[in-house]
């Protein structure tokens, strides 16, 4: 079964939506489609992207996130497909179409409406297999990534709806594994003030 390699829930705070996700970016090569072991494993597809992305190879690490799906959709790993249009929504989220980019007072950054439905639609996509799988923890980060790109985006009832969305995904995970805590960021006590903290943050009423 597939590894993920991100925590389940990530930062959350609407001027610091993305923070986290680009606090990784680094002075960024302009070269793609060089050094890539040609490989049929979708999972060591994904690793190269995340080295392609690191390296700031970023239509490469597309072109591998996408083949990573086709991969996972022919072994019939739906879990997989997941993951790879998870990684690809990310992607989109900080890079937009760019091939590279290098960003700049990335806590104050805005998403413009295109550049977020884009990556939604990915999220989106990852969203109805996690549904069809039951698994509502997954369901109920991606939800609240959609609500993140509507947040960013300046849409705030689209992201208010997508965070309860989320909240109630963790709420029925929590009803069937009550043993089941996801990891929050340093000073938020629940889910519920981790939700409470993106709304009014977004500007819910």
């Known amino acids: 079964m597939f590894r993920r390699l991100h925590r389940p829930y990530a930062a959350v705070h609407t001027s610091r939506l993305i923070a986290l996700c680009v606090s990784f970016l680094m002075m960024l090569s302009a070269c793609s489609g060089v050094g890539v072991v040609a490989t049929s494993d979708p999972n060591k597809k994904l690793a190269q992207a995340e080295e392609m992305q690191s390296s700031g190879r970023i239509a490469r690490a597309r072109q591998l996130m996408n083949e990573a799906a086709e991969l ?31 960003r700049q007072n990335t806590e104050e950054r805005k998403l413009d409406v295109t550049t977020a439905d884009k990556s939604n639609a990915y999220f989106e996509r990852a969203r109805a297999i996690q549904q069809e799988l039951e698994d509502y923890a997954l369901v109920s980060h991606l939800e609240y990534n959609i609500g993140v790109n509507y947040a960013l985006s300046n849409r705030t009832r689209e992201a208010c709806s997508a965070f309860d969305r989320s909240l109630t995904a963790y709420r029925a995970e929590k009803t069937r594994r009550p043993e089941h805590d996801p990891e929050l960021p340093p000073g938020i006590a629940s889910f519920e003030a981790f939700i409470d903290q993106a709304r009014l943050e977004a500007g819910c009423a």
């Open 72 to 102: 996972f959709a022919a072994e019939k790993d739906q879990e997989g497909v997941a993951e790879a249009y998870r990684r690809t929504a990310f992607l989109i989220r900080i890079y937009g179409d760019g091939t590279i980019l290098i």
